[in-house]
T-cell receptor
Framework: QVHLQESGPGLVKPSETLSLTCAVS?????????WGWIRKPPGKGLEWIGS???????YYNPSLRSRITISLDASQNSLSLRLNSVTAADTAVYYC???????????????????WGQGTLGTVSS | SYDLTQPLSVSVALGQAARITCGGN??????VHWYQQKPGQAPVLVIY???NRPSGIPERFSGSNSGNTATLTISGAQAGDEADYYC??????????FGGGTKLTVL
């Protein structure tokens, strides 16, 4: 059974960097799946942040691309998210999830998220 | 960019069919996925690739996709189905897109 668990500092000051980690168990994070980050601000809907595939293929939300870095650590079976220059608008519950996708030649398609972590609250406040 | 439009809320009488729509330009050419999210919990995949149900999801959940609208149908809605529902697609210009979400109320 795939299990994902997010962890992070919980509280970050404006203009600083939010760093989150997602520990994956029951499956190798370097396998043939994508791994993604999604967030849900209070009172709002789900927002995709970005996804990563082994070998370094990364896909970022265009609205966040300049501020985010997603990486995979195969040795630790984990993925991480760094969000720079945070503001109060970045306050949200952050989820990591496994994502099914496929590639045909150089074209890759990201489909659905089948396993999710429980989420971790990231609050931006001074 | 590619946008998905969902109604903010849908109400259904207990035991009746609930239909939640997800509108998008030529969405019939995309694979649509649906998630259920209850308060304080992580989203759960209930339909993937338009019509497929993951293991453990009740048969009363079904999906369809044609024209500019994809639909999640819950046949015989139960009190436990009250939740927010989100549709999601992949688009070549914006990658992963979620709809704004629909709050389902079972009366």
């Amino acid at each position: 059974q795939v299990h994902l668990q997010e962890s992070g500092p919980g509280l970050v000051k404006p203009s600083e960097t939010l760093s989150l980690t997602c520990a994956v168990s029951g499956y190798s994070s370097s396998s043939n799946y994508y791994w993604g980050w999604i967030r849900k601000p209070p009172g709002k809907g789900l927002e995709w942040i970005g996804s990563i595939f082994q070998g370094g293929r990364k896909y970022y939300n265009p609205s966040l691309r300049s501020r985010i870095t997603i990486s995979l650590d195969a040795s630790q079976n984990s993925l991480s998210l760094r969000l720079n220059s945070v503001t109060a608008a970045d306050t949200a519950v952050y989820y990591c999830a496994r994502q099914v996708g496929s590639c045909r030649g150089s074209n890759c398609y990201l489909y659905y998220f089948d396993y999710w972590g429980q989420g971790t609250l990231g609050t931006v406040s001074s | 960019s590619y946008d998905l439009t969902q109604p903010l809320s849908v109400s259904v009488a207990l035991g009746q069919a609930a239909r939640i729509t997800c509108g998008g330009n030529d969405i019939k050419h995309k694979s649509v996925h649906w998630y259920q999210q209850k308060p304080g919990q992580a989203p759960v995949l209930v339909i993937y690739m338009d019509t497929n149900r993951p293991s453990g999801i009740p048969e009363r959940f079904s999906g369809s996709n044609s024209g500019n609208t994809a639909t999640l149908t819950i046949s015989g809605a139960q009190a436990g189905d009250e939740a927010d529902y989100y549709c999601q697609v992949w688009d070549s210009s914006t990658d992963v897109v979620f709809g704004g979400g629909t709050k389902l109320t079972v009366l």
